[in-house]
Nanobody
Framework: QVQLVESGGGLVQPGGSLRLSCAAS????????MGWYRQAPGKERELVAR???????DYAGFLMGRFTISMDNAKKTVYLQMDSLKPEDMDLYYC????????????????????WGQGTLVTVSS
């Protein structure tokens, strides 16, 4: 099965930086898009940034240029460079991907297989 493994979360002081990584594995034929969402307790999950295999990027409006998303297609890995972090950025950050992949059991190609990571916690506090 396709899996996403996230890393890079942790504790940082306000104004600091973190870099999140998310690597996809499994019988992936190609990547449609990968991205990052975040979710605070009691709130809905919201888009932070998303990038397509063609390099098209969407950023959430609240970022004000503080975060940068990038993707290494060969490594099937997406990165989120987070700078000038604020206390309100403290959330669980989830990696998301839409890929073309072959089902391990049925051997059928799914051209729009959607998968989520388990989340990595970003804590911004002094």
């Amino acid at each position: 099965q396709v899996q996403l493994v996230e890393s890079g979360g942790g504790l940082v002081q306000p104004g600091g930086s973190l870099r999140l990584s998310c690597a996809a594995s499994g019988r992936i034929i190609s990547i449609n898009d990968m991205g990052w969402y975040r979710q605070a307790p009691g709130k809905e999950r919201e888009l932070v940034a998303r990038i397509t295999s063609d390099g098209d990027i969407d950023y959430a409006g609240f970022l004000m240029g503080r975060f940068t998303i990038s993707m290494d297609n060969a490594k099937k890995t997406v990165y989120l460079q987070m700078d000038s972090l604020k206390p309100e950025d403290m959330d669980l950050y989830y990696c998301h991907a839409v890929v073309a992949a072959v089902d391990d059991v049925a051997g059928i190609l799914d051209r729009n297989f959607e998968v989520w990571g388990q989340g990595t916690l970003v804590t911004v506090s002094s």
